[in-house]
T-cell receptor, first 114, second 114 residues
Framework: SQQGEEDPQALSIQEGENATMNCSYKTSINNLQWYRQNSGRGLVHLIL?????REKHSGRLRVTLDTSKKSSSLLITASRAADTASYFCATDVVSGGGADGLTFGKGTHLIIQP | DGGITQSPKYLFRKEGQNVTLSCEQNLNHDAMYWYRQDPGQGLRLIYY???????QKGDIAEGYSVSREKKESFPLTVTSAQKNPTAFYLC?????????????FGSGTRLTVV
């Protein structure tokens, strides 16, 4: 089963509006990361938030993490047409140690209407 | 420029054939990963390697094989035992230094069985 689940599966908004995507996960994590994927391309790392952090900003991106609820949100402010893409959350799960692979959700497909 | 190169971009395989997907990185990263992505789905981990000459199975390793003879290279072979190989394959790498860093992804190889 998926460790991370994004919500909603798809989101369509007008250019200039804010877009919010949520991610829920099941087990304890070291960190949670958000990635963007344009159609048919590889993923691009956007932001990483560690388990002891609650909020992080990067440009127009704002990520929050609530470990008690096992959830995270990604906010994109003042959206642009170029933000149209799929967004994935990925969790680095607490395990025996070592980089044993991030676990990805199914993604939120974001469409920015001009 | 540093990055990950996957080749080929498109690959067609006949039933019963083995095919090898190339992944090369010049980022001096220790860890490398192979993920599979099906339409509308998230990424699922096939194999990963934290160090040269060592690799571990991910969640869906059956029908796949890898090698890690050089730090820069992590080829993936899709064998005839993989019953449903048509998918988008993504290679990624990460550094082991520090408390957690994002992955760098290649641009992917789209494999189609004909």
């Amino acid at each position: 089963s998926q460790q991370g689940e994004e919500d909603p599966q798809a989101l369509s908004i007008q250019e200039g509006e804010n877009a919010t995507m949520n991610c829920s996960y099941k087990t304890s994590i070291n960190n949670l990361q958000w990635y963007r994927q344009n159609s048919g391309r590889g993923l691009v790392h956007l932001i990483l938030i560690r388990s002891n952090e609650r909020e992080k900003h990067s440009g127009r991106l704002r990520v929050t993490l609530d470990t008690s609820k096992k959830s995270s949100s990604l906010l994109i402010t003042a959206s642009r047409a170029a933000d149209t893409a799929s967004y994935f959350c990925a969790t680095d799960v607490v395990s025996g140690g070592g980089a044993d692979g991030l676990t990805f959700g199914k993604g939120t497909h974001l469409i920015i209407q001009p | 420029d540093g990055g990950i190169t996957q080749s080929p971009k498109y690959l067609f395989r006949k039933e019963g054939q083995n095919v090898t997907l190339s992944c090369e990185q010049n980022l001096n990263h220790d860890a490398m990963y192979w993920y599979r992505q099906d339409p509308g789905q998230g990424l699922r981990l096939i194999y990963y390697s934290q160090i040269v000459n060592d690799f571990q199975k991910g969640d869906i390793a059956e029908g796949y094989s890898v090698s890690r003879e050089k730090k820069e290279s992590f080829p993936l072979t899709v064998t005839s035992a993989q019953k449903n190989p048509t998918a988008f394959y993504l290679c990624a790498s990460s550094t082991q230094d520090g408390p957690g860093y994002g992955y760098t992804f290649g641009s992917g190889t789209r494999l189609t069985v004909v």
